[in-house]
């Protein structure tokens, strides 16, 4: 029986206070019309855009499509961009595979050319390479925020900062950051931010969307029913409309604006509580014998609340298994959908047993997990002993 939950970069549990409830109310009140609000009930959308511009620092919350998640949002803007004429892409070795799956879809399809920059020794995207790939021709940047696999914190904005000087547009994938850090595109620099409301945001799976910058004209890749504006023969050419095609998932959004709304107040300790958590494991695991914790000198204020490591002796995937069933840990492990990274820590092709915490999660929590790893370490030690 699972009674500690370490997988909040894949999705936070328990959910903000309030999200089951509005979820349960949006799916048993009668649904609104498109267009109107459901009696004395607002749009969910509406409450959500601008919360969300509220929490990004934005002016402007008809610039927020409200998508099934990051990975439909990253989908929208790359392929978007692609059909303006974008032809040269560069990315980071930590994206994850919603962004490296279309880009390598596109590579392979000759519509873009691809390069991935990695990264230096100390865990940091390499600037050299980034600037060689950005002088080889740059149309689109994408960084993302913190690696789902490392928790380390790109410098987006220094990133985002040569990518403009050399006239690339700049997308940021701030799915494992949006509720756990400032995620401000206007002082970053990016002029595309794809998020995910199931992660730092505490909301419900299925929930995310897409900041654009309303200097940009990010043409639709999915059209439909919008429910108004029947009569136009195309996608309506209004935002957020018109890169929102189809019944949006009320249910979902209801949740996550009650999610937002706790952000606003209360939630605003939530990520400050998942980097301190995250500091403590990454400390308190590095110093066990037999385990290696990836970036481990990761500064603090660079880092989430996602670790990964190894146990010597244990393949990832058997140690989580052990985790989950004998010390009720659950747990991630693996490539975690992010496989280039790997090459460049050290961890390919296995991957990593990965602890992601959230605010929730307590002190005890942590030492109990700790104490979990430290007695796998220790038995695996005393095997290849005996063995000796
Ligand atoms: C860095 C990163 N990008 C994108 C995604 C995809 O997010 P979503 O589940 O909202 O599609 C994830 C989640 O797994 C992630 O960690």
């Given at each position: 029986m699972t009674s500690i939950y370490l997988n909040n970069a894949a999705s936070s549990w328990p959910k903000a206070p309030g999200v089951a409830e509005a979820v349960r109310r949006a799916v048993k009140a009668m649904p609104a019309e498109p267009g109107r609000g459901s009696g004395h009930d607002t749009d969910p959308r509406d409450e959500c855009r601008s919360l969300l511009a509220g929490l990004m620092g934005v002016p402007w919350p008809g610039q927020i499509v409200l998508t099934s998640g990051a990975t439909l949002a990253l989908n929208i803007a790359i392929l978007g961009c692609v059909q303006t004429g974008v032809r040269s892409v560069v990315a980071t070795a930590?994206?994850?595979?919603?962004?490296?799956?279309?880009?390598?879809?596109?590579?392979?399809?000759?519509?873009?050319?691809?390069?991935?920059?990695?990264?230096?020794?100390?865990?940091?995207?390499?600037?050299?390479?980034?600037?060689?790939?950005?002088?080889?021709?740059?149309d689109l940047v994408v960084v993302n925020h913190a690696s789902n696999v490392t928790g380390r914190v790109n410098d987006a904005a220094t990133l985002f900062r040569l990518a403009r000087g050399a006239g690339a547009l700049t997308l940021l994938d701030?799915?494992?950051?949006?509720?756990?850090?400032?995620?401000?595109?206007?002082?970053?620099?990016?002029?595309?931010?794809?998020?995910?409301?199931?992660?730092?945001?505490?909301?419900?799976?299925?929930?995310?969307?897409?900041?654009?910058?309303?200097?940009?004209?990010?043409?639709?890749?999915?059209?439909?029913?919008?429910?108004?504006?029947?009569?136009?023969?195309?996608?309506?050419?209004?935002?957020?409309?018109?890169?929102?095609?189809?019944?949006?998932?009320?249910?979902?959004?209801?949740?996550?604006?009650?999610?937002?709304?706790?952000?606003?107040?209360?939630?605003?300790?939530?990520?400050?509580?998942?980097?301190?958590?995250?500091?403590?494991?990454?400390?308190?695991?590095?110093?066990?014998?037999?385990?290696?914790?990836?970036?481990?000198?990761?500064?603090?204020?660079?880092?989430?609340?996602?670790?990964?490591?190894?146990?010597?002796?244990?393949?990832?995937?058997?140690?989580?298994?052990?985790?989950?069933?004998?010390?009720?840990?659950?747990?991630?492990?693996?490539?975690?959908?992010?496989?280039?990274i790997h090459r460049w820590i050290g961890s390919a092709p296995h991957g990593t047993i990965r602890f992601s915490v959230s605010g929730a999660n307590t002190e005890s929590d942590v030492e109990a997990a700790v104490s979990a790893v430290r007695a796998m370490a220790a038995a695996r030690a005393e095997q290849g002993e005996a063995a000796a």
């Open positions: 930590t994206e994850h595979n919603s962004v490296l799956r279309p880009l390598r879809h596109l590579e392979r399809q000759g519509a873009i050319r691809l390069s991935v920059v990695g990264l230096t020794g100390d865990g940091q995207v390499d600037l050299e390479q980034f600037a060689k790939a950005l002088a080889g021709g740059a701030a799915s494992q950051t949006l509720g756990v850090l400032p995620v401000r595109p206007l002082e970053i620099g990016a002029q595309m931010v794809a998020f995910t409301g199931h992660k730092g945001l505490c909301g419900p799976e299925g929930t995310g969307g897409l900041y654009v910058s309303p200097e940009m004209d990010l043409p639709p890749v999915l059209s439909g029913g919008t429910g108004v504006r029947s009569d136009l023969p195309l996608q309506p050419d209004e935002m957020p409309m018109r890169l929102e095609a189809g019944t949006p998932n009320s249910p979902g959004l209801a949740g996550l604006a009650a999610a937002l709304r706790w952000a606003a107040s209360d939630g605003r300790l939530e990520g400050q509580r998942r980097r301190d958590l995250g500091s403590l494991l990454r400390r308190s695991l590095s110093q066990i014998r037999g385990v290696h914790v990836f970036d481990a000198g990761c500064p603090e204020d660079a880092g989430t609340g996602v670790v990964s490591f190894t146990i010597a002796g244990w393949p990832p995937d058997e140690a989580a298994l052990v985790l989950e069933e004998c010390f009720g840990i659950r747990c991630r492990a693996g490539l975690h959908c992010a496989p280039e």
